[in-house]
């Protein structure tokens, strides 16, 4: 008995509700990929990873909807465009391109961030040093070079 009048509660509910011309509207789709972190790939070791470091090992993460992720904190920031090895930093200074380079730090292969600038053996590239000040993103260069050891 209780089965059947717990049935019939549920069914008056529902036709309740989708009855006097109002309908049921689906729930929104998910917003698929948009949120998908950016995976940056070593070609020459076969190492991926999704965690980018600075100067002061601080991680972040870029995900495909454009937004840095500080890992220490979750805030996100939008206008960081991750493609492949570069990302567009738009929000730092307009042209502007970040490069994630591949190093060791501590016996531990890393990916860091620096300018998206050449390099050569007599030339290395500086990690950039960020900071979250508030709701901004604060880039500098840093005197640490991507490690290798």
Known sequence: MTCRLGLLVAVTTLLAAGGCGSSFTPAP????????????????????????????????RFNANGDLIWTATGERFGGFRADGYVITADRICGGCYFMV??????????????????????????VLDVEIVGTHVSVSESERLVPYD
């Open 101 to 126: 380079r591949f190093g060791r730090s501590n016996g531990h292969e890393r990916a860091f961030l620096t300018w998206a600038a050449e390099q050569s053996p007599e030339h290395r590239a500086a």
């Open 29 to 60: 789709t998910p917003l698929g990929d948009s949120t998908a972190l950016a995976v940056f790939l070593n070609r020459e070791t076969g190492f991926s990873t999704n965690d980018v470091y600075d100067a002061q090992d601080q991680a972040m």
